[in-house]
């Protein structure tokens, strides 16, 4: 069939395009799922594209071209942008063109195909198959443009988010609330505040975006959205108190050294960090252990030596916690003796008990408080909030 013959029936087509447009919509929505609830304004935007799509097949079956030309290729890219933006998945996006191509054929087949050649048929098959592959790259193309860009706008915005709760501009709850909701994320409330910073290896080379990353996907999450930033040259992560044993190992302290604040309130988030960002200005080497880190006791102890953010009752409640408690008392008037007197023996003298009752209470006092009486750090913490009145 020669050219002519081609443009009579495209134009016949084109004619009745709109009926034609409308069976291939409803085969799409038919076929593809997340298809069936787009309604109103959505449908019509699917009728455009496919009548399109339509028009620009016959034309180029017409000149009798094999495929779409580079400026079709790139407004499926802008389609696939669009998409993106929309929240709809590639993968439904790329079908429904699929499921599109495939109707068209076999629909203008069966309208023109006893008026058509054996080789016209092949010829429009061939543009739409090898259009198909151009649709996919395309959409897909530009769909995952766009998806980057959100995604990387969308971290962004949670870090801006965090950065607001370290500095207190985000001071109430229902600010707080509000914030998350229209980002999309559910914070732990209440969270832990993980401060850390590479262990010095003679690298200069600055704490990135990325290694925050890094370490949220190292944390492997088990409950709230966390969130992370970089401050200062440390990397700051916000995490739920389930997972504080996760940024714990997250860190490695080979790699890494850091403090892991109390759970608090997202509305106090800012004083955690005032403590742990202070606590690793001023802590000795020998403060981090073999973990590469400290808690909130550490951190309030040297708080109180270096005139930062903490009253000396808070000090002792983070320090002692449990051996606060009348029935733990005996622990802690053991942990006095053993300070004052130097030695578990004289210690236990001085309380009229058996050394090794002393001994059992030090072991459930390091239990309770997690600091060890027998360790120079822990020591010198367990002492120094021992030393506080009352």
């Given at each position: 069939m020669g050219r002519e013959r081609r443009a009579a029936v495209g134009a016949e087509l084109m004619r009745d395009r709109t009926a034609l447009v409308e069976r291939i919509v409803a085969e799409?929505?038919?076929?593809?799922?997340?298809?069936?609830a787009l309604h109103g304004s959505q449908l019509a935007e699917v009728r455009a594209i496919t009548a399109w799509l339509v028009t620009r097949s016959l034309e180029l079956w017409v000149a009798g071209e094999t495929r779409l030309a580079a400026e079709d290729v790139e407004r499926l890219r802008g389609i696939g942008r669009t998409r993106a933006a929309d929240g709809r998945s590639i993968g439904a996006v790329v079908r429904a063109h699929r499921v599109g191509s495939v109707a068209a054929i076999r629909l203008i087949s069966a309208y023109a195909g006893d008026r058509l050649e054996t080789a016209d048929v092949f010829a429009l098959s061939e543009l739409w198959m090898t259009s198909i592959d151009q649709i996919s790259e395309g959409l897909s193309a530009g769909h995952a443009e766009t998806a980057r860009r959100m995604d990387a706008d969308l971290e962004r915005a949670r870090r801006t988010f965090l950065d607001d709760l370290l500095i207190g501009r985000q001071a109430s709850r229902g600010a707080?609330?509000?914030?998350?909701?229209?980002?999309?994320?559910?914070?732990?409330?209440?969270?832990?505040?993980?401060?850390?910073?590479?262990?010095?290896?003679?690298d200069p080379s600055p704490v990135t975006v990325s290694n925050a990353l890094e370490l949220v996907a190292r944390l492997e999450p088990a409950a709230a959205d966390p969130l992370s930033t970089t401050r200062s040259g440390r990397v700051v992560l916000l995490s739920s108190p389930d997972d504080a044993d996760r940024a714990a190992r997250a860190l490695d302290g080979r790699a890494w050294r850091g403090c892991v604040s109390a759970p608090r309130p997202l509305t106090d988030v800012s004083s955690a960090y005032r403590l742990a960002d202070g606590a690793l200005e001023t802590a000795p080497p020998h403060a981090f252990g073999s973990g590469g880190l400290l808690g909130e006791a550490d951190a309030c102890v040297l708080a109180l030596l270096n005139g930062g953010p903490v009253t000396?009752?808070?000090?002792?409640?983070?320090?002692?916690?449990?051996?606060?408690?009348?029935?733990?008392?005996?622990?802690?008037?053991?942990?006095?003796?053993?300070?004052?007197?130097?030695?578990?023996?004289?210690?236990?003298?001085?309380?009229?008990?058996?050394?090794?009752?002393l001994r059992y209470r030090l072991r459930r006092a390091r239990e309770l408080t997690g600091h060890d009486p027998h360790r120079p750090w822990s020591r010198f913490v367990l002492e120094t909030a021992c030393a506080i009145a009352p």
């Open positions: 799409v929505h038919a076929e593809v799922p997340a298809y069936r707080i609330r509000d914030r998350a909701r229209t980002l999309g994320i559910t914070p732990p409330d209440p969270a832990v505040l993980v401060v850390a910073e590479p262990v010095s290896t003679g000396p009752d808070a000090v002792r409640r983070a320090v002692l916690g449990p051996l606060l408690t009348e029935s733990n008392a005996h622990l802690l008037e053991t942990l006095r003796a053993y300070f004052r007197e130097g030695a578990a023996t004289s210690a236990a003298e001085s309380l009229h008990v058996h050394a090794q009752t």
